[in-house]
């Protein structure tokens, strides 16, 4: 017996491009075998029409083909066995309510008995003399048995075999749809309409892939898709389907690009160093060659023929706020406003806070917009004269006006959808763009997320950092964890203490912001410990975190809003409770609060219970300080998806791309679209 593929079965190709592209789009019901209850069914797997049905990707597949003679089964292996059905028949008990159907196949080697439970409809599939193929598992060899199996009747040896002595999809279904259904359904669809399946416009899919073998045709990827020969021509199928994917995307971020860069007239932004040189002599400090690396590509940017959009990526406390702040100096002194969006209120004040230190001795006034609040500060804006606006989402939604906004910079972007994004550089014309984040995107994650922006990387921490120590203990380890803060808070120094959750609920011994206030006052006394947590007000929460600041507070017990941004370097140690519940770059983001002057500095992860402590992925965070590095492993353990949150809603749904192994082929489709583009295609 052959293994017969599809392609063989039928030959395609004869009807006219005109011609295929509406019968892909016709009603799924044209399939033989879909009626008008089975296409409800397929509806609810997003299968509308047959082009949908064909694209419906198979979970994985089965290896039917290797044919076992009987006597070789053993226990519990499965197997595909041909042979002659040699006797059948229906059994009955608890008065008809249940039934077996049994038949016996013979192969000439040996006997196998097949049976089902409560289809007695069977016995008229089957009859005495029938040539069968079966897959299953034997679950008893003495005598041979197999309960269940997959069957399929077969009259001479080239009959097309949709389940059984091939590589069989195993697609996802719905209730009332088998696998079997499905499957046959899929071969009726592939058959008839696999010809149909519409070529690309444009079609950017090269003849050859990069180890030197063809790219499947479209036509061809649609019937290995879901009956390959071998596996590895469903695998080549998977990738010609996820590579036009990625061409899409990529086509459309790099037409948009194109297109601003068609229309727009950037402001001249790249300034005169007027406020830059008082600026950087009074910071106290040099910049890092990171950071002046990084100012010389926004500059040339700032002062180009097209608007900058750039994405600064730096790990937690590389100083990405300064660099935001001298590209701020620069738009100024071109005589722009620059707008500041942060993703908190709390982050919006600490921004504006430290643009009005920096900005207020030069005489440029910084406005903070947050939560309904609007404050001028000291500087006060004179006619005509630039100025700084910082805020939240609600500079976006307020339908603020920029008459000369020049800037815009947006921090912690990975709090913001990619819309957000998008929404925000509309206003006015055209502004320039620096979006900084600390989460550190995994390469083929950005090329995706952020194919229009350019990347400049802070690889390199201030000098004189000290190494932050991680330790993980569990909950018992409490009152030895609170005697070392203690023992930092009487050398002056500060701490955080994170929960999970602001309250606690009733069935969880999670750790509450609400409840450890209290615990954590006993335990330190008597250090002055507050809260701040996202249910508050703004104003309380405003004066707890300008109160530990300043110091007036020594203890911060916080939820996960002081993720992003707190900047107080007298902060040398951060506690996380029930520390097993937070993903591996927000720990990261977390552990990023301390280590930030020049204090020795702890992190110490405290999980519920041992078990978790000595998890694998607490013990990752540990012995890691790579931001990048931690980003691909929770990239990996929670999957794009999750690590992206939820808003990043810009985030198309891939069906095969997938974007943690598919980096090739993502820039491929990069480089696909570029070089389509620049040749003047559309
Ligand atoms: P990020 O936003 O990248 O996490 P910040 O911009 O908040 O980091 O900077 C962290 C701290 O390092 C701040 O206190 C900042 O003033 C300080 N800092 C920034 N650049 C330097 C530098 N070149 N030398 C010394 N300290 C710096
Ligand atoms: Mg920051």
């Known amino acids: 017996m052959t293994t017969q593929s599809p392609m063989a079965a039928r030959s395609s190709g004869t009807a006219s491009a005109a011609e295929r592209v509406p019968a892909w789009n016709e009603p799924v019901i044209r399939v033989r075998g879909v009626g008008v209850e089975r296409s409800a069914l397929l509806e609810k797997l997003g299968i509308r029409t047959v082009g949908d049905l064909l694209l419906h990707r198979p979970r994985r597949y089965e290896d039917r083909r290797k044919l076992v003679s009987i006597r070789d089964m053993e226990l519990g292996v499965p197997v595909t066995v041909a042979g002659t059905v040699v006797a059948s028949g229906v059994k009955w008990y608890q008065q008809r309510r249940k039934s077996v159907f049994e038949f016996v196949l013979d192969d000439g080697t040996g006997r196998l008995h097949c049976r089902w439970w409560n289809v007695p409809q069977m016995a008229r599939a089957f009859a005495v003399g029938d040539t069968v193929l079966v897959f299953g598992k034997p679950n008893s060899v003495r005598p041979r048995q197999m309960d269940h199996p997959e069957t399929e009747r077969y009259e001479s040896e080239d009959d097309p075999r949709v389940h059984l002595n091939r590589i069989v999809p195993i697609h996802a279904l719905t209730e009332g749809l088998s696998g079997r259904v499905m499957r046959t359904l899929m071969w009726n669809a592939v058959m008839e309409f696999a010809g149909a399946t519409p070529v690309l416009e444009p079609d950017l899919v090269p ?3 990069a180890d030197g073998k063809p790219w499947p045709t479209r036509e061809q990827a649609v019937r290995d ?17 996820a590579l036009e994917e990625f061409l899409d995307l990529q086509l459309a971020i790099q037409r948009r690009r194109r297109n601003l860069e068609s229309k ?19 910071l106290g400090f040099r910049l890092t060659a990171a950071q002046t690396r990084v100012l010389k590509e926004i500059r040339a940017d700032l002062g180009g023929p097209v608007p900058m959009r750039r994405l600064l990526q730096g790990d937690v406390g590389s100083g990405k706020t300064i660099v935001a702040a001298c590209a701020a100096l620069m738009a100024l002194e071109g005589g722009f406003d620059v707008a500041v969006m942060a993703p908190t209120e709390i982050l919006a004040m600490q921004l504006a806070a430290h643009f009005r230190r920096w900005l207020s001795p030069l005489g440029i006034p910084v406005v903070l917009r947050a939560g309904g609040r609007v404050e001028t500060g000291d500087v006060v804006a004179k006619a005509g004269a630039p100025g700084v606006v910082v805020g939240t989402q ?24 990619v819309s957000q994004r998008e929404e925000l550089v509309r206003k006015g014309r055209f502004p320039h763009l620096l979006v900084m984040t600390a989460t550190p995107i995994p390469r083929t994650l950005g090329l995706t997320l952020y ?9 390199q921490l201030p000098e004189g950092r000290q190494v932050i120590r991680t330790h993980v203990r569990d909950e018992e380890a409490l009152p030895k964890v609170w005697a070392f803060v203690k023992k930092e808070l009487e050398a002056g120094r500060q701490a955080y203490v994170v929960c999970p959750r602001v309250a606690e609920s009733e069935n969880e011994d999670v750790r ?8 954590v006052r006993e335990a330190l006394a008597p250090a002055v410990v507050e809260m701040v947590h996202g249910q508050m007000d703004a104003e309380s929460r405003d004066s707890a975190m300008t109160a530990f600041r300043e110091g007036r507070v020594a203890v911060l017990v916080a939820t996960q809003v002081i993720e992003v941004g707190v900047d107080v370097p007298n902060a040398s140690v951060i506690v996380i409770l029930s520390a097993e519940l937070f993903g591996l770059a927000q720990l990261h983001q977390l552990r990023g609060r301390v280590g930030r002057g020049s ?6 992860l405290v999980a519920r219970e041992e078990k978790e402590a000595s998890s694998e992925r607490l013990r990752v965070i540990a012995e890691t300080r790579d931001g990048f590095a931690l980003a691909e492993a929770d990239l990996k353990l929670r999957g794009p998806g999750e690590f992206l949150g939820q808003d990043q809603s810009g985030m198309p749904a891939l069906r095969f791309g997938d974007l943690l192994n598919d980096g090739d082929l993502v ?16």
């Open 599 to 604: 204090a020795a500095s702890h992190c110490i």
């Open 667 to 682: 820039r491929l489709a990069r480089d696909l679209a570029r070089e389509h583009l620049r040749g003047g295609g559309k």
């Open 225 to 241: 898709l879901h009956f390959p020969a071998e596996i590895d021509d469903s695998k080549r199928a998977r990738e010609r389907f």
């Open 264 to 282: 727009a007239q950037p402001a001249p932004c790249a300034g005169d160093n007027r406020f830059m040189r008082p600026f950087l002599s009074g």
């Open 451 to 459: 194919g229009d922006l350019d990347v400049s990387l802070l690889d």
């Open 512 to 519: 509450a912001v609400k409840r450890e206030l209290g615990r």
């Open 394 to 417: 609600a500079l976006v939604q307020a339908g603020v006006e920029f008459e000369r906004l020049g800037l815009v910079i947006i921090d912690e972007q990975h709090k913001f959808g």
């Open 207 to 209: 003849t050859v892939a």
